[in-house]
């Protein structure tokens, strides 16, 4: 099956700056890599997301990079904001429609500091 | 929009109750349905995959009698946690996906069930 692998589990950084997760995965299958943010005791939202056939996308300052040789991909946050502060999962699929049937990585802890 | 609406939220039972968690789409049909457990400072791990009229199937490893699933209509599934223990203490996510639609699976806000 797949396995997902996600670093680094906590970062921290200063407001303004930029933060980035790297997720690696195992099955050449999957299609479809999102990423979630999920704040303490919410549920997980979706911010961003990238099919295969694309090698990276952008929303203001979010940004998903892929590479589907080497099997990983990427979150990059830009001017981070206290309001970033989550956790985020990457997580990934053979397909858009199977999403629900995800594998996540373990999840990163962001924290802004203003 | 695509709500999806667990209830309840929170819920403390006594070991070797049983409790039952709702995941309901609020604003559209889903004929698939998930269910996630999270532990704290972890990632979600699928239990279950709840299809509307039929049998759910099961993650390897996830004890199908513990955790019973109906999905009786197109906009609710229902986890049963049978005889509940200390260490079925989580929290609970489910996911629904829009029928017919090439969409992601949208997220209920989870249920933090506590066995005590």
């Known amino acids: 099956g797949e396995n997902v692998e996600q670093h680094p589990s906590t970062l921290s950084v200063q407001e303004g700056d930029s933060a980035v997760i790297k997720c690696t995965y195992s099955?050449?299958?999957?299609?479809?890599f999102p990423w979630y943010k999920q704040e303490l005791g919410k549920r997980p939202q979706l911010i961003i997301d990238i099919r295969s056939n694309v090698g990276e996308k952008k929303d203001q300052r979010i940004a998903v990079t892929l590479n589907k040789t080497a099997k990983h991909f990427s979150l990059h946050i830009t001017e981070t904001q206290p309001e970033d502060s989550a956790v985020y999962f990457c997580a990934a699929s053979i397909s858009r429609t199977n999403a629900g049937k995800s594998t996540f990585g373990d999840g990163t802890t962001l924290t802004v500091k203003p | 929009g695509a709500v999806v609406s667990q209830h309840p939220s929170w819920v403390i039972c006594k070991s070797g109750t049983s409790v039952k968690i709702e995941c309901r789409s609020l604003?559209?049909?889903?004929?698939?349905m998930f269910w996630y457990r999270q532990f704290p400072k972890q990632s979600l791990m699928l239990m279950a995959t709840?299809?509307?009229?039929?049998?759910?199937?099961?993650e390897q490893g996830v004890e199908k009698d513990k955790f019973l699933i109906n999905h009786a209509s197109l906009t609710l599934s229902t986890l049963t946690v049978t005889s509940a223990h200390p260490e079925d203490s989580s929290f609970y996510i489910c996911s629904a996906k829009k029928t017919g639609m090439n969409t992601e699976a949208f997220f209920g806000q989870g249920t933090r069930l506590t066995v005590v």
């Open positions: 709840s299809n509307e009229g039929s049998k759910a199937t099961y």
């Open positions: 604003d559209f049909q889903a004929t698939t």
């Open positions: 099955d050449s299958a999957s299609n479809y």
